[in-house]
């Protein structure tokens, strides 16, 4: 994780764990039980705040912001991380796993709480849970076991809103990049039969929930005020219907119901967030919280796929992935040919061999004066 920190430039973080505070390890059942402590709500509500805060819209982790969030959450770990401008307490894998646990015993509550509880010890424990190699302990089979050895939570460096562009172009230029051979499929049509709302207004909703937290700032979460999640009321200003608003949500978020049946087929590990992959906004009531502005592009920007290929009888998915092969080929030449001034630089889509002429050498070329780039 690039950590943007005055003096240190780019730097490589280590994170604090509860056996660095206390000399002993917690276990996952001793992880659990702290995290009992807290109602689940609000355990959603700040991991995704601090997610949004940290990891929303820079491509830089700001360790300033972070001892200060530290410091008021987790004051037991303050001074360790205010020291040692390469320990951190709160990352972006130890917010998923804090949220998913939450999901899982949720909806629970408490009989009281803190205005601004005092956390170190549940995501120290947390951190104890992510690091150095895989235990036994909470794994039922072997495959989970092996997978702790690993993280399926890769982080996608591209900023949220560059992710978002591609299914946009597609669709804006869908015409253009057409296949004009094969059998063809209407994915915009087929994508809104899915899904029962248009790409149009589809996409254009997601980076609206994403705006919604460009100038989200400490000061906005530390009161925990209910405007910080999203609701309906954000978009009241287009010509949305709440019908259309409730299909578009229903897509892309789940309740602690919804998430419980998740956790049947989708969870092999402790830093397994693939829950998150399939719902990355998560429903509390009428409210909506985005749990991980990374997950929600990657989600959006493989819908356009995903959604249609639903609609696409077994008999005709081959048929369908041939379309949408060339299809995005077409539209990857066409974003290399933007790249390039196609004087000093100069792309060739699918070159072929002089002999045999049929046989195509590979993706496209980049020239370069005296360099080639093959794809």
Known sequence: MPIQHKGSGIIVETYLTYQELSGQRSTFSEFQTELARFPSDVVLRVCSGLNIL??????????DLHDRIVRVLCP???????????????????????????????????????????????????????????????????????????SVSEFQFAHP?????????MLSKFAELMPEEGKPFNIPEMFEKTTEVSPEVYFPLVMGCMTKYVNFGLEQFMPSSPDFALGFEWFSTTNLSTEQLELFFGDLSGDYEEFHE????????????????ERPIVRLGDRFLPIDFSFLAAKSESAFFWRAQSSVPNGERENFHA???????????????????????????SP????????????????CKGYAVFH
């Open 352 to 367: 072929r061999y002089v002999d045999p002429p049929n046989d195509q050498a590979c993706d496209g070329i980049i020239l």
């Open 76 to 150: 037991a770990a303050w001074e360790v991380t205010n020291r040692n401008a390469l320990k951190v307490v709160l990352h972006r894998q130890v917010l998923l796993l804090v949220a998913k646990e939450a999901l899982r015993i949720g909806p629970h509550a408490v009989p009281s709480l803190p205005i601004i509880p005092d956390m170190t010890r549940l995501f120290t424990m947390a951190n104890d849970q992510l690091a150095g190699g895989p235990t036994e302990e909470g794994a039922s089979t072997t495959i989970e076991l092996i997978s702790r050895f690993m």
């Open 262 to 277: 998740l956790f049947k087929r989708l969870d092999r590990g402790v830093s397994d967030f693939s829950i998150f992959r």
């Open 54 to 63: 940290l990891f929303g819209w820079s491509p830089h982790f700001d360790k």
């Open 323 to 349: 379309f949408w092969g060339v299809l995005f080929e077409r539209y990857m030449h066409r974003m290399l040919k933007q790249a390039v001034d196609q004087k000093i630089n100069r792309y060739f889509a």
């Open 161 to 169: 809103a560059i992710r978002l562009s591609r299914p946009f172009v």
